[in-house]
């Protein structure tokens, strides 16, 4: 059987949707339809760019959607903004979790939030989100988000 370039274009497609520079989307893979477990997440912004927080799609086995995650934002960031916007995402399984991970070939109802920092800050900030899945399992994140500029001054 072959599967010509279209067969290359999409293994390669699956294998960049697991490619996050933020946080690898295991928040969601490695559980069945809870947003997760309370953590500290650092991450790093270089030359004031945007970051995604977290990409939350919480599937069923079958790949149907097991409902959106509310995100609420429990202490504000001072040095940036956020965007929570409901929208279609691509979950990220692991391959651990069989039954999910084929279905992250396509978008499903979800949640992303983003962070973006003010324009010329250099530093640390600091930001706790709330999640609670449909089935009402709530978890707090802290978040450290360091902005660095990509090439460090001489």
């Not at 599967?3 to 946080?23: E, Q, R």
């Not at 900030?125 to 001489?154: C, H, Y």
């Amino acid at each position: 059987m072959s599967y010509g370039k279209s067969g290359f274009v999409l293994v390669g497609a699956l294998l960049l949707t697991g490619c996050n520079t933020a946080t690898p989307f295991t928040l969601v893979a490695e559980q069945q339809s809870d947003p997760g477990s309370a953590s500290m997440e650092a991450l790093t912004s270089l030359d004031g760019r945007a970051v995604t927080l977290k990409t939350l799609v919480l599937l069923e086995p079958d790949c149907s959607s097991a409902g959106t995650a509310r995100v609420t934002v429990v202490k504000q960031p001072q040095h940036g903004q956020l965007a929570i916007t409901p929208g279609a995402y691509f979950p990220a399984y692991p391959e651990t979790d069989p039954h999910r991970y084929a279905c992250n070939v396509r978008k499903y109802p979800g949640v992303q939030v983003r962070y973006t920092p003010d324009p010329g800050y250099m530093g640390v900030d600091r930001l706790t989100l709330l999640m609670v899945s449909p089935k009402g399992k709530a978890v707090e994140n802290d978040f450290r988000i360091d902005m660095k500029p990509s090439t460090p001054a001489s």
